[in-house]
């Protein structure tokens, strides 16, 4: 009986505090199907391009992986878009790298960002989308390089999609390369280079793009069921394209398709 009682104490504080801190910050709701808007000031005609966004992003997504829907987000269970105000605003509250101009937190299934963001439509939404989407499917606790997460966010990105192999190959070309078992041990942060930034994310895309369109989608979804299995990474890349048994195989073979 006690214990019930502090569990529901608990949860009366949760609810608390979270409406406090919604209250403090002065949000305002703006609901659809699949999401949960919060902004301040930023204009209607703008979240309402948020939303709609969105949610066409959610089903092309979910379609472009190949994903089945095991958790629906509605309800409750909604996705949170929280909308500041500007980059300095964003920057303060998100604790975020000075470059960053949007952030994710898988959990909560919670996006960040502002409306001047650079590619806020084109960019900023498929990717931060992506992120939550492929985390969902394969699981959160799920062991992977960081060019994995963020090579599948930058896939939604059609512009980087297309342009990453060009950049990747620039880099090789100048030697500048940094191989996949190095990619795997870079972390990125405030005070990490731009262009290393830059490359990561380029290196990331150009590699994700090559496992989905060199060697099908299918493939790509074994992997995926693979991980979401619990197979440590390399088990499942290895599971699902027999001839990449380490990460050093993968490497050569992509490496020898930029350079065709």
């Not at 379609?63 to 920057?91: C, H, P, V």
């Not at 989308?129 to 966010?153: C, K, Q, T």
């Not at 993968?250 to 930029?258: I, P, S």
Request: glycine share 4%; charged share 25%; aromatic share 16%.
């Amino acid at each position: 009986m006690i214990i019930k009682k502090i569990v529901i104490i608990n949860i009366l504080f949760m609810i608390f505090f979270s409406s406090y801190a919604m209250a403090a910050q002065n949000w305002k709701e703006n609901r659809s199907r699949h999401f949960i808007i919060y902004y301040k000031n930023a204009p209607k005609e703008f979240i309402k391009a948020v939303e709609e966004s969105a949610e066409g992003y959610y089903y092309s997504i979910v379609k472009d992986l190949g994903f089945s829907r095991d958790q629906l987000w509605t309800w409750d269970d909604r996705a949170q878009i929280y909308i500041y105000d500007n980059e300095d605003d964003y920057l303060v509250s998100s604790r975020q790298a000075g470059w960053s101009s949007a952030s994710t937190r898988i959990g909560s299934r919670a996006i960040q960002t502002y409306p001047a963001a650079h590619g806020f439509f084109d960019s900023l939404l498929p990717h931060e989308l992506g992120h939550i989407i492929f985390r969902e499917y394969v699981g959160v606790s799920s062991d992977l390089p960081l060019w994995v997460d963020e090579g599948v966010a930058m896939y939604q990105e059609k512009a980087k999609r297309w342009g990453a192999d060009d950049e990747v190959r620039k880099a090789i070309a100048e030697n500048r390369f940094i191989p996949l078992s190095e990619l795997g041990r870079t972390r990125l942060t405030s005070a990490t280079d731009r262009e290393v930034v830059n490359l990561f994310y380029a290196e990331s895309a150009s590699v994700i793009r090559y496992l989905i369109t060199e060697h099908g989608a299918f493939k790509f979804l074994n992997f995926c069921q693979n991980l979401k299995k619990g197979l440590r990474f390399e088990d499942a890349l290895e599971k699902a394209y027999y001839r990449f048994q380490t990460i050093d195989d993968l490497n050569k073979a992509w490496m020898g398709y930029l350079k065709k």
